[in-house]
């Protein structure tokens, strides 16, 4: 017996054929495949459509709810004071120096490089900035307090949580300023950790800075190198201190007012009588009831007294007879 090949021919004579059948995979129609992708994806787009179409009908509903009017403001300011919430984790404060570079977050954290210019030097390494993140976690605390305020504010329509969602957001800014001005007075810390030393072990670790990175190496009166450290203000720390002080802005432009009381209101009516009287005088007149209009004067003469009626015959009127003349002699 023979034992057909690995190929399927059989090892004895050509002409016999192969036990193992191969049967071919039909391929696809490259048409009807293009069709069929054409149709998911018209698929999944009207799918998609419909979605979007959903989220903005509802989302014009929210928009027109009743509940909402007036209070698009607050819900502005709750955006903004989430903004600067994460905007506090950058870093705020960065001095630069031929040491390396250290970098101050509002909450205290120090991110530094160095290229241990100084690490032979009798004073040894700089000492880390002394930063403390107090400023930065009472911010967060009110800007968790004024959140917290602005949504009961719009579930309750309570004028009360809309005043303290406006103070919130105000105490907010003055901290997140105040967070700024702080970091900026300790930036000669940060700058104080980029310093190189003027020792024979600081001497030594700016002659191999020099060799080996490629750095700058001071010698007096040979060459002119800037070694002073600076310190900048990052994009964060402003982006933070304005949008801060828009969404206070915006919780005190939009905090309900009343016409009456202390509070001034929206809009103040003048009437012609009070500009008359403040054209004419030039004082501010005495805040009293408004007095009615004078009458106009009648155009024509006035109209004569009826006469009285004719007394009857028998009757004389002693209004109607002549007076007595002078008496004769």
């Known amino acids: 017996m023979v034992k057909p090949s690995p190929w399927g021919a059989s090892g004895g004579d050509g002409d016999a054929s192969s036990s193992t059948v191969r049967t071919a995979t039909p391929q696809p129609d490259p048409s ?3 069709g069929a992708r054409s149709e998911v994806w018209e698929r999944r787009r009207t799918l998609a459509r419909a979605g979007l179409r959903r989220v903005a009908e509802h989302a014009e509903d929210i928009r027109t709810a009743p509940a909402m009017s007036g209070k698009w403001g607050y819900v502005i300011t709750a955006l903004g ?13 960065v001095a630069h120096g031929p040491d390396g570079m250290a970098a101050a977050t509002p909450f205290g954290q120090v991110d530094s490089t160095t290229r241990y210019l100084t690490v032979w030097s009798a004073q040894g390494t700089p000492p880390a900035a002394d930063l403390t993140g107090s400023w930065a976690v009472a911010s967060s605390s009110m800007i968790a307090l004024t959140i917290a305020a602005i949504a009961i504010h719009i579930a309750t329509n309570s004028e009360r949580f809309a005043r303290i969602a406006t103070g ?16 900026t007075a300790r930036q000669k810390q940060l700058k104080n950790m980029t310093i190189r030393r003027w020792d024979l072990g600081g001497q030594v670790g700016s002659w191999i800075n020099w060799a080996v990175n490629d750095g700058s190496k001071p010698v007096a009166g040979l060459n002119e190198v800037e070694y002073v450290a600076s310190g900048t203000i990052t994009t964060a720390a402003i982006a933070a201190v304005i949008i801060a002080v828009g969404s206070a802005v915006i919780a005190v432009a939009t905090m309900p007012r009343t016409a009456t009381g202390t509070r001034m ?5 003048v009437s012609r009588e009070t500009a008359s009287s403040y054209t004419a005088g030039g004082v501010e007149p005495a805040a009293g009831p408004p007095t009615a209009p004078a009458a106009e004067p009648a155009a024509t003469a006035a109209a004569p007294a009826p006469s009285p009626a004719p ?19």
């Open 32 to 34: 009807a495949s293009a």
């Open 81 to 93: 004071g989430v903004i600067v919430f994460i905007l506090m984790f950058k870093h705020w404060m």
């Open 168 to 183: 919130g957001a105000v105490i907010t800014a003055l901290l997140v300023i105040a967070n700024m001005l702080y970091l």
């Open 265 to 269: 209101p929206w809009r103040v009516t």
């Open 311 to 329: 007394a009857p015959d028998g009757d004389a009127d002693p209004s109607a007879t002549a007076a007595p003349g002078p008496a004769k002699s």
